[in-house]
């Protein structure tokens, strides 16, 4: 059955997400992390990225919102997938368009989120990534091993940077191989490439159908067979590490999410 856990603010409780094993949460919650997952390329893996640390931190027992702002809504279609015996993850339709609702109301984050995850859509000009990167902790770039990618990324990166030095955050960006082979041309072109833009190259995913079965089934590759996901596992692990060294923001979940996504067409 499906199981869109969409998060309102009019109710009363958010169910706490729990770790896989049941402990308690502890009784204090983290201060908040903002983590956007954006590149204006299409296909990288913005949602597979978004999804798989939502799934991680849900997991390991944090309380997690998936925000996602594409109006193709594939981090909400994961969610949907998601099982309800699974770790919360509590969904925000950033993409909605109801005329009954005010944006404001769509894109506050629950009151004890811990780990903010906001997927992106492609194709953001400047000032629409302006908006949703002003206020992140985080900002995560996966791109792929190819020429159009790379060729792509560069702009996007031009582009951020330049929103970034107008705001002095740039220390905030990392970037990510994704549906990497080891031992190719094109990976090592990539990571050469990585390496030169002065911007944590925090870690290489494999290509791997890991996270297509996870992706179909609501979940991310944390929440596999721990055996045949061991070599994805650590591949996160560098990913986890740089994210869990940003200072998080002060609690301030009513401001906590980005601006809403600007009308199609
Ligand atoms: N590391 C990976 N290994 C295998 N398939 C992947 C990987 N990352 C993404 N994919 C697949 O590539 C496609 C595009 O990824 P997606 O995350 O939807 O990109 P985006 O959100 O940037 O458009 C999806 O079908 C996804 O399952
Ligand atoms: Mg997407």
Known sequence: MLNLNLWRPKSATHPAARPEGGAQLPAVLR???????LNTKGGCGKTTLATNLA????????????LDTDPQGSSLHWLAHRNAQR??????????????????FQLRVPPDTERLIVDTAAALDPPRLQELTRNADAILIPVLPSEIDIHAVSRCIADLLLVGRMERRTERVAVIANRVKKNTLIYAKLQRFLHSL??????????????VRASAAGMGIHEL??????????????????????????????????PPPQPAG
């Open 31 to 37: 201060p908040l992390l903002r983590i956007v997952v």
């Open 87 to 104: 770790a919360t993850v509590a969904g925000i339709a950033g993409n909605e368009r109801s005329s009954r609702v005010t944006r404001s």
């Open 225 to 258: 067979d721990a055996r045949a996901a061991r070599d994805d596992v650590r591949d996160w692990q560098a990913l986890i590490d740089w994210l869990e060294q940003r200072p998080a923001a002060e609690r301030a979940p009513s401001s906590a999410a980005p």
């Open 55 to 66: 799934g991680y931190y849900a997991c390991h027992g944090y309380h997690t919102a998936l």
């Open 198 to 211: 002065g911007i944590p190259f925090v870690t290489s995913l494999r290509d791997t159908q890991n996270y």
